[in-house]
């Protein structure tokens, strides 16, 4: 089951992520309630307390994915890099509130599409990948 997160719980979980912590050490951080910890792991200020909310939800959230409940036109931008490694300008070009000609394996397209909020639409163009927002 996918749930849906708000874009800082999304955040504090691509952090913890990204500094290599297990999917079972950020559980048992968040059960134990180790907020500073994950500040030590993750070497960020960030209140990473919003995560304890998730617990019940946390394994379901690190093995299948997420999405974002509102997602802004930074916060896409952020996620592309932090999910797939995409980079504006490098990866795919800006026109407007749309990203377009973004290259995407199928399991990035799929993880992509996973956490995208109802406020924007995926669509492939060709060999590329195009999302701008729902209309």
Do not use: C
């Amino acid at each position: 089951m996918i749930h849906e997160i708000t874009l800082m719980e999304a955040y504090l979980i691509e952090a913890l992520k990204s500094s290599d912590a297990s999917h079972s050490e950020i559980i048992s951080y968040v059960r134990q309630k180790e907020a500073d910890q994950m500040q030590r792991v993750a070497q960020s200020n960030s209140d990473f307390t919003l995560l304890y909310e998730l617990e019940g939800k946390l394994e379901d959230i690190l093995r299948d994915g997420y999405k974002v409940k509102f997602l802004t036109f930074p916060g896409l931008q952020r996620l592309l890099l932090l999910q797939v490694e995409k980079e504006a300008d490098l990866d795919y070009v800006l026109n407007g509130f749309t990203v377009e000609g973004l290259s995407l394996t199928t399991e990035e397209a799929e993880k992509v599409e996973t956490f995208l909020s109802k406020n924007w639409t995926l669509t492939k163009t060709g060999e590329t990948y195009t999302i701008q927002p729902t209309i």
